[in-house]
């Protein structure tokens, strides 16, 4: 999305969907640890 209030659109719009009884969000900023596993 381009913005947080998109972002947020958006998932009040998954969490209204039916069957969808819970959502967890986490947004990752940045990351710190480079554990040097490969992807």
């Known amino acids: 999305t381009d913005s947080?209030?998109?972002l947020d659109q958006?998932?009040?719009?998954?969490?209204?969907v039916d069957g969808v009884?819970?959502?967890?969000t986490s947004i990752i900023l940045s990351s710190k640890i480079?554990?040097?596993q490969p992807v």
Do not use: A, F, V, W
């Not at 009884?21 to 967890?24: H, S, V």
């Open 10 to 16: 958006l998932l009040d719009l998954i969490g209204s």
């Open 4 to 6: 947080p209030e998109q």
């Open 21 to 24: 009884e819970k959502t967890t």
């Open 34 to 36: 480079d554990r040097g």
